[in-house]
């Protein structure tokens, strides 16, 4: 069975400053992952997803997120913040077998961006 | 572009009530889900379907019914609603086919308030 951990429910950074939204995953087999964005009183949009090719995936908007398999980890950067970044971020992981595999979302991280 | 669209995007009801939530996408997807949203609990599946008149149970399908009668409409159906049913719904599709990625598109939400 698949799980994701969102470390962090809300992170708080200054605009310019970096990025850094952490994500686990528990998988029994190569995982496909995903990083969603929810601006408000929108739906969710897919910011990226690795899908086992290259470990460093970039997405829209300047993010990109690498896969680390030893640390089980797929965290989201960005080098320099923007106001517009303030949403909710989920992390997302599905195990890709077929199609009775559900993607599974970590509890989110609501990210504030500071002037 | 691709798009899925649900059909009322704040709706206030009594308790009690007959509540119907429409969910249309016209990218062809196989998949349509339907998930509640609430704070600090992420994302929940309520019900599922993988085609026309199939209809899977998610981790939270207490007190909801689904119909799917055209491939490009998922209905959400709340029997009689309650004030524990008051959150967002969204609404999303997939392609069906095993070995894809599968990434999810999403509705922009329903907000049902029920009092």
């Known amino acids: 069975a698949q799980s994701v951990t969102q470390l962090g429910s809300h992170v708080s950074v200054s605009e310019g400053a970096l990025v850094l939204l952490r994500c686990n995953y528990s998988?029994?087999?190569?995982?496909?992952l995903f990083w969603y964005v929810q601006y408000p009183n929108q739906g969710l949009q897919l910011l990226l997803k690795y899908t086992s090719a290259a470990t460093l995936v970039k997405g829209i908007n300047g993010f990109e997120a690498e896969f680390k398999k030893s640390e089980t980890s797929f965290h989201l950067t960005k080098p320099s913040a923007h106001m517009r970044d303030a949403a909710e971020y989920f992390c997302?992981?599905?195990?890709?077998?077929?199609?009775?595999?559900?993607?599974?979302f970590g509890k989110g991280t609501r990210l504030h961006i500071l002037p | 572009d691709v798009k899925v669209t649900q059909s009322s995007r704040y709706l206030v009801k009594r308790t009690g009530e007959k509540v119907f939530l429409e969910c249309v996408q016209d990218?062809?997807?196989?998949?349509m889900f339907w998930y509640r949203q609430d704070p600090g609990l992420g994302l929940r599946l309520i019900y599922f379907s993988y085609d026309v008149k199939m209809k899977e149970k998610g981790d939270i399908p207490e007190g909801y019914s689904v119909s799917r009668e055209k491939k490009e409409r998922f209905s959400l159906i709340l029997e009689s609603a309650s004030t524990n049913q008051t959150s967002m719904y969204l609404c999303?599709?997939?392609?069906?086919?095993?070995?894809?990625?599968?990434?999810?598109?999403f509705g922009e939400g329903s907000r049902l308030t029920v009092l």
């Open positions: 998988s029994s087999v190569p995982p496909y």
């Open positions: 990218m062809d997807h196989e998949n």
């Open positions: 999303a599709s997939s392609f069906g086919l095993a070995g894809i990625t599968g990434e999810l598109f």
């Open positions: 997302a992981v599905r195990a890709p077998m077929n199609r009775d595999d559900k993607i599974i």
